[in-house]
Each structure stands twice: as structure tokens, then as C-alpha cells.
């Protein structure tokens, strides 16, 4: 089993930046990729990042390319979204999840795909 707790969201103006955290444990943090998902009210969940297990390849939405940046710090078991230049928009409970036991290494946006999930962080962007 993997436990994944999310920490750093809050309420923020647009145009204003965060960092989330993500602290995993349960599994060899340096074994696994990692990825960030977003669910907005009424919405479905939507994929933000993700990162493979070195960090080095990282995948984004268009929505949020070049204004999010994923990284990981393996000797911490941590892996974190840097959010900036924030819009209302971007307004939503923020999941980090880790894949399956069978697709460690996964690094795209298929929800079904990851097994473990976080508890959520909320983040507001008011206008």
C-alpha cells in the first residue's frame, strides 16, 4: 500500500503562486513515478503533471503548461507542484496519486491507471 498526504494548498489571488507537497510513504519513493490531479466543482477530475521516477520527464495539459512546474525530492519522498501566475480557473482540490503496483513507471493521464490516491488539498484563486 502506498499513503500519499497533500499539504500547501489555501486561498490565493489570481495572478499569485503556490507549492503543494505531496509526502508518500508505503512504497521505494525513487521506484515510482507520481502525478498531480485537479477536481474543480461539478467537474471531473483532470490531469495536471506528472513525473517520472528521476523527475526527468514530465508531462503537462495545455491548460497549465508553462505555468506549473513538477519536481521530486526522492531523499524526502516528496514530490511538488509549483503553481504561478494562478488564475480563478485553476480552482480546485488538488489529488496527488502514484500508479498501480503493476505500472510503476506510468507517467500519463489515464485516472484508471492510478491506484493510490491522496486525501486533497483545496486551492482557491479568488479574482
Known amino acids: 500500500q502506498v499513503q500519499l498526504v497533500e499539504s500547501g494548498g489555501g486561498l490565493v489571488q489570481a495572478g499569485g503562486s503556490l507549492r503543494l507537497s505531496c509526502a508518500a510513504s508505503g512504497r521505494t519513493f525513487s521506484s515510482t513515478a507520481m502525478a498531480w490531479f485537479r477536481q474543480a466543482p461539478g467537474k471531473e477530475r483532470e490531469f495536471v503533471a506528472a513525473?517520472?521516477?528521476?523527475?526527468?520527464?514530465?508531462n503537462f495539459p495545455d491548460s497549465v503548461k508553462g505555468r506549473f512546474t513538477i519536481s521530486r525530492d526522492n531523499a524526502k519522498n516528496t514530490v511538488y507542484l509549483q503553481m504561478n501566475s494562478l488564475k480563478p480557473e485553476d480552482t480546485a482540490v488538488y489529488y496527488c496519486?502514484?500508479?498501480?503496483?503493476?505500472?510503476?513507471?506510468?507517467?500519463?493521464?489515464?485516472?484508471?491507471?492510478?491506484?493510490?490516491w491522496g486525501q486533497g488539498t483545496q486551492v482557491t484563486v479568488s479574482s
Open positions: 496519486a502514484a500508479p498501480n503496483n503493476y505500472n510503476y513507471a506510468y507517467t500519463g493521464s489515464d485516472i484508471d491507471v492510478y491506484a493510490y
Open positions: 513525473s517520472n521516477r528521476s523527475g526527468g520527464s514530465i
